[in-house]
């Protein structure tokens, strides 16, 4: 292909991703690593533009190459000194767990949501973590949480606006019982304020870090097994280098957010990690650019799919 179809931007294009429309999958057999009895995957996973689907053709790759998983990683500066072995079959407060592989896909923690949410179950309903894997990470039990993004942006206002009407304001009374939790114990993760209040996280991307924070934080010291227990976390926010409108905040989205109007024209995760989250917390929080992170695989087959459909 010549330069000009090599390029980022092309590779978020629609008509550039519906190339692989007969090939979503490098290999679809990686589905059946997932408990899919259990796990909910979106109504999208078959288009070509799907987020869940580049997730799951990457991840899924490490998932069967764990050897992998520590350079791809360091792309982040996460320093994996051992990947754990997720316990098959392991009963997470009576979510039961019959996922193959180390990486879990739609992870939800216990089936009685730490973060008060009423129903659901994996990948629908529940705050579900795209990706999840225990790694030794500063010599500690580490939970490392993914949030995946592809071409998603989150421009028009319906995602702007996740703690009004009637089910907003449930949602804020979900949140705001469980930092009520974690001020008891000083551990609030946000700087929460007259200048910036709960309900200015409404805007999606900033709502779906929000929830995955508390439940990384409810989370901690989870006992997975006699001899595995949770030590430590982080969240991991990994997008597309070349999805410029969701990297910066615009005047768009912070329609119903007034505290984060100062902060128009900086990069999203810039704000999340230096305003939004509190200087303690914000050692817990990592973003990077997935696609820049496939050259460190290991040289196959698959790899070349990899750099060929996303970069």
Not at 193 to 199: A, I, Q
Request: a neutral charge.
């Amino acid at each position: 292909m010549g330069n000009m179809e090599n390029n980022f931007v092309d590779k978020l294009s629609v008509d550039y991703q519906k190339r692989w429309a007969d090939k979503q999958f490098f290999d679809r057999s990686l589905l059946n690593d997932i408990d899919l009895e259990h796990v909910t995957l979106h109504g999208e996973v078959d288009n070509p533009m799907s987020s869940q689907a580049s997730c799951l053709n990457v991840m899924g790759y490490l998932n069967r190459h764990p050897d992998n998983i520590k350079f791809f990683f360091s792309k982040f500066s996460i320093n994996i000194t051992n990947v754990i072995d997720f316990p098959t079959g392991v009963d997470v407060g009576g979510e039961i767990y019959n996922d193959k592989g180390p990486i879990i896909f739609e992870w939800i923690g216990p089936r009685r949501s730490p973060i008060h949410e009423r129903s659901g179950c994996r990948g629908k309903l529940r705050t579900s973590i795209d990706a999840y894997l225990l790694a030794m990470v500063n010599n500690k039990v580490t939970q490392l949480l993914i949030e995946w993004k592809f071409s998603e942006n989150y421009n028009s206002e319906g995602y702007t606006h996740k703690f009004t009407g009637i089910q907003g304001n449930e949602r804020l009374r979900r949140y705001s019982s469980v930092i009520a939790i974690l001020r008891k114990e000083k551990k609030v993760p946000f700087n929460l304020s007259n200048k910036l209040g709960l309900y200015d996280l409404g805007y999606e991307p900033y709502y779906q870090l929000l929830r995955m924070t508390l439940l990384a934080k409810m989370t901690m010291h989870l006992r997975l097994s006699e001899d595995l227990q949770i030590e430590d976390y982080k969240i991991i926010h990994l997008v597309h280098s070349a999805n410029d409108s969701l990297k910066t905040l615009n005047m768009g989205n912070v329609k119903y957010s007034p505290g984060l109007r100062r902060f128009i024209g900086r990069e999203i995760h810039d704000i999340w990690r230096n305003e939004i989250l509190t200087p303690v917390e914000s050692e817990h929080f990592v973003f990077g650019y997935w696609n820049k992170a496939i050259p460190q695989l290991s040289e196959s087959e698959y790899k070349n799919y990899l750099i060929e459909r996303y970069g």
